[in-house]
């Protein structure tokens, strides 16, 4: 596999541009005697040959990838690539020093020529350092984004299947009320049956939505709360007070089937012990809490369920969805988004 590298040639010639101009300023200060012409041709050749060892690097990269892969062979990879530029700018200052020298009859200082050959090997570096530089920063991001990306696709299958776990129970439990009804009451039987109706509409309808407003949400509770009501009668009881802001705002479709089921699940629902269930806000949050009359056995209960709610949130917006449990009230704060 070969790495496309990042940068591009525009910007990466643009940079060696400058570097150029600054190159041409510090040999003016160590060599101030010579005349314009040999400063303007030697920062000509010097940028030809930027450019040509800028390309080398690309080259020798592209090659050496599929070779000695960066993942694979990160040590044996940079070294050999530093080498092979190392040559390449050896020959490619001697050959820019030869010409200074027989062309322009230029007076290089002493010092300037014994570390000619630190000066190229430090300029191998450099070039290097930008290209895995740059190449290390890019794939490290574009690893960041895919494992953000599948986390949430997990956080996304873990909420679909504790969604269509949930579905079953409760279809089980409308179902065996729905059976009761129909010769003790045929009315309330349809009128049950077209709330059903209307609840598993609304979860096929929205099922591939990330969000919806809590205006429609708290149309499907509507429906939901009807099938509740008719199950459990005065032992449950749900209270909604918010404000008409609050309900432009949006939230995961059944996030309140899931936390409304999650409460009647593991709590006590009777005429003697109702479950009272309030919804409201605060602070951009939406607040469900309920009593706490525990059960003492819940069935098909793996305590994951608001777990995988939060891994969602948390990847919709990044706020948290917060639980605060006490011995007499359970309240889980989602973030209206």
Known sequence: MSYAYPISRKKMYLTLFVMNIFLMFFRYLIIPN????????????????????WEFVLFIG?????????????????????????VLCTLYGNGLFRLS????????????QEI???????????????????????????????????????????YDALR???????????????????????????????????VYRYVLQHKEKETVSL???????????FLLKTRFGSGIEIDINLSEEAKEKGIVPATLQILIENAVKHNIVSSANPLVISITEYNSYLLLGNNVNRKAQVETSNKQGLENLKSLYSYLIDKPIDIVETNEKFTVKIPLI
């Open 34 to 53: 010579e005349p314009d012409s040999f400063h303007l041709s030697i920062s000509v050749a010097s940028l030809v040959g930027f450019w040509g060892l």
């Open 101 to 112: 020298i027989n062309h322009f009859d230029a007076r290089f200082p002493p010092s300037l």
């Open 116 to 158: 000619g050959y630190l000066l190229y090997f430090l300029l191998s570096v450099v070039l290097n350092l930008i290209y895995f530089g740059t190449l290390y920063f890019f794939h490290w991001k574009k690893d960041l984004v895919n494992l953000a990306n599948m986390q949430r696709e997990q956080a996304i299958v873990k």
């Open 62 to 86: 592209t090659i050496l990838e599929k070779r000695l892969p960066i993942k694979l062979h990160p040590n044996r990879r940079i070294i050999i690539q530093v080498i092979a530029t190392f």
């Open 215 to 225: 205006s429609t949400e708290l149309d499907f509770v509507d429906n939901y709360t």
């Open 164 to 198: 269509n776990q949930l579905n079953p129970h409760f279809l089980f439990n409308a179902l065996t009320s729905l059976n009761s009804l129909i010769f003790d009451n045929p009315q309330l039987a349809s009128d049950f049956l077209q709330q059903l109706s209307k």
